[in-house]
């Protein structure tokens, strides 16, 4: 039969635009979060991180924000390049019994268009 | 900074074969090795969690006889994909924790594994 595949939330702006890209994760017990980038063919490279005693943090062009409350994580990042497009995914790590395990949220491909 | 190195980055099979894919911490040690597979457009999936000098531990639907772990040292783990079917065609990502702790985790660059 036909399959139907996934398709990734998708966000495109203009070169120089402000870009957010959200991430609702699962686990109220997670303490520790991680955005990541992933490029086409290749590993998810680092961006930021958050732990759960901070609702905010700051690193070069990307902001973190964490509201444990609705259990949402967004990446903001100033000034988007043409090299910031690519997919980028959020992770949480759950802590106790499942420390270590990082569980990774659904994507979201952004294109930054010049 | 850390560096995990992944190989082979791409590799194609018959159908029934076996494939080993290499995942190596190249400046630090590693204690826990996690095993991802990622199919297109899709997220991440953990597979299992490698520890060294014991047994992996596999995540619910993943066949332990079908990917065997191996993490003989503290800078390598191993996953074998055994008797490979079309199916098992997937990227593959391994990622490593540093030996001290804290939070970080460094990932390998990826196989890309298809099966014919």
């Known amino acids: 039969g036909e399959s139907v595949g996934l398709h990734l939330p998708t966000l495109s702006v203009q070169e120089g635009d402000n870009s957010i890209i959200n991430c609702a994760y699962s686990?109220?017990?997670?303490?520790?979060f991680i955005w990541y980038k992933q490029e086409s063919g290749k590993g998810p490279q680092f961006i930021i991180d958050?732990?759960?005693?901070?609702d905010k943090r700051q690193g070069q062009r990307v902001t973190v924000l964490l509201n444990k409350t609705v259990k949402h994580l967004s990446l903001q990042i100033a000034a988007t390049q043409p090299g910031d497009s690519a997919v980028y995914f959020c992770?949480?790590?759950?802590?106790?019994?499942?420390?270590?395990?990082?569980?990774f949220g659904q994507g979201t491909i952004l294109t930054v268009h010049p | 900074g850390a560096v995990v190195s992944q190989h082979p980055s791409r590799v194609i099979c018959k159908s029934g074969t076996s494939v080993k894919i290499e995942c190596r911490s190249l400046?630090?040690?590693?204690?826990?090795m996690f095993w991802y597979r990622q199919f297109p457009k899709q997220s991440l999936m953990l597979m299992a969690t490698?520890?060294?000098?014991?047994?992996?531990?596999?995540e619910q639907g993943v066949e332990k006889d079908k990917f065997l772990i191996n993490h003989a040292s503290l800078t390598l783990s191993t996953l074998t994909v055994t008797s490979a079917h079309p199916e098992d065609s997937s990227f593959y990502i391994c990622?490593?924790?540093?030996?001290?702790?804290?939070?970080?985790?460094?990932f390998g660059s990826g196989t890309r594994l298809t099966v014919v």
């Open positions: 992770a949480e790590n759950a802590g106790g019994t499942s420390y270590g395990k990082l569980t």
């Open positions: 958050i732990r759960s005693n901070m």
């Open positions: 490698s520890n060294e000098g014991s047994k992996a531990t596999y």
């Open positions: 400046d630090f040690q590693a204690t826990t």
């Open positions: 990622s490593a924790r540093e030996h001290q702790g804290g939070y970080g985790y460094t």
């Open positions: 686990n109220s017990a997670s303490d520790y």
